[in-house]
Each structure stands twice: as C-alpha cells, then as structure tokens.
C-alpha cells in the first residue's frame, strides 16, 4: 500500500536523492546546508551515432555456416569493429542533462524530506532559526514539467544553472558535440544542448508567483527547443500549484487502483515493496518511452554506465517484472 516515507538531509550525493519520474523526464532530489540539489534526466536523450554497422557478411547464411563449421574466429570476424569516423561514439549513449541549485540562502537548513508515494508529492522540510517551512516539489505525469512551491515567509531562492558540460564537457567535446548555449528571457532562462545528430534539449525555468516550473523539451535547434519549452512552461501551468496537484494525484490514484495490493508485516519489506511499485510508475509510464537501464534517473557528473541502454535480460525481466 502507498505510504510515505523520510529522508534525512544531507543527502550528499546525486544518487542518494528521492526520485520522481514520468517515464522520460526524471528528478533526483538532494542536496545539503542551504542548496537542494534537482538532477534532471531524460530517458529518451539519445546520441544514437556508433555501434557495430550491419553490412552483409553478417547475413543469416553466412552467421549459419559458422556455427554449422563451429568456426568461432571466422564467427568473430564477421563481427569485428569496423574504423570509426573521428569525433564518433564507440556505441550509442544517453545523455546527462544536468542539474539546478537552488539557494535558500544563509541562516536556511535542509532537515528532512518525504515522499508520499500515493501521489508523487515530494515535501523539503526546511529550517531557519525557530521557524519550518515546507517546500514542495510536484512533477506532472503527462508533461515534462516540474514544480517547485516555496511557501510565504520563506525568501525564494536564487537558482543556479548546471549543464552537465561542467562534468562531462571533455568527453561530449570529444564526440563532436558543442558547449551549452545559455539564455534568458522574460518567458524563461535556461540551456540548449545540441546533439550532433539528434535533436537537442532545452530546460528551461521560471517563476509563477511563489512557484518555480521547470520545463524540459527537444527539438532540432535552440529556437526551436526553448520556444517548445516556453509553451510547455505555458500551456502545462494550469494556474495554482493547488490544480497541478489535483491533475497529479489524478493521474496517481488511477495507477494504484490497478496495483497490486500486499500487506507486509515487514516494515522494511513493506517499504522495499511499495517504493518499488512507486519507481515502476516513474520508469514505465505508459506515455514516456520503453524503460531503459536507468530510466530518466541519469546523474549529471558522469556518462551513464553501460550508456543506460537496452539489454534483454535486465529490460524485460527487471525492469517489467511488476507488470
């Protein structure tokens, strides 16, 4: 059954933050002192260039000869890398997008999160001087938009931009990708990403009242990504924090109709049970895209491990079991 559950700050490192997802757009939530930390990810932001081309000695009768001649180095040879172009991948990879820091300022501490996994709602507890306030993050299931609520009495926080480039640029630079392209404007600051043969990613972000959207879109150019990521941040912004939340939960409650409903006497089973049931949401939406190793959880400080690609094994028979 769906409960919640708490995180204590600090949360150091990307990987020990609370998750959110839709089936593409990810957020890992950390931080520590007075920053929260929101790691952005995109399951679907693939450089598809590289990998092992198929020519035709790879054909079924010549793959069939080798096995019937249990030639294994004749085999092997039909598969060998070919020379690869300079400034191209060795296989194909995910993306890291990036992350945003929010600042709340001196005198601020991050104590505490929760999870509600009945609706999605992260809470940050946030201290300063005697006082508690409580920061909720929301993501939208349908769109790729998060929001951030920061309540009355509390400063809203500056907020930092942080392409992956700052971790990862020498390596992006190395497959012939180029520097991030900062903007900002009245409808929103941000960064494009281009990709050197896929379309590119804009994340884009502003302020509606007391509430900071967050936007991630694509598209073949910057002009074209950031005026997609403007109309999300329009047309996905339904008018109050209050209406999103009720969209959300929506979308949350259909889900947990359909699940399957086990009481564990185990608390730490029973956690292990639910949270997974919570990330299988956020890995598989029906909407966002076939789950890959990671799912839109992609740390922003390294390329992904193993490209958070496809494999057979781990796609179909982890990643679905719950299904």
Sequence with gaps: MPGTYDWEFPLPRTHTGMLQGNGRLGLMIWGEGSILRLTLGRADLWDHRGGLPWTQKQSYGNIRDCLEREDEAQLREL?????????VPRRPSVIPIGRLELEFGR???LTSGTLNTADGTVTVRLEKGRRHFDVSILLDMDADLACICVPTGLSLPKVKRLPAWKWVGDELAAISFQPPQRFASKDATGWFQMLPVDPGVCVGYRWEDRSLLV?????????EAQQATIALLATGWPGSDEKLQRRIERWWKGYWRTAAKLDVPDENLAFLYDYGMYKFAGLTQPDGVAATLQGPWIEEYQMPPWSSDYHFNINVQ???WPA
């Design 107 to 109: 005198g601020v501490e």
């Design 215 to 223: 936007g991630v879109s694509r598209g073949d150019s910057k002009s």
């Design 79 to 87: 598969f060998e890398e070919t020379d690869r172009p300079e400034g």
């Design 318 to 320: 982890m990643c679905y």
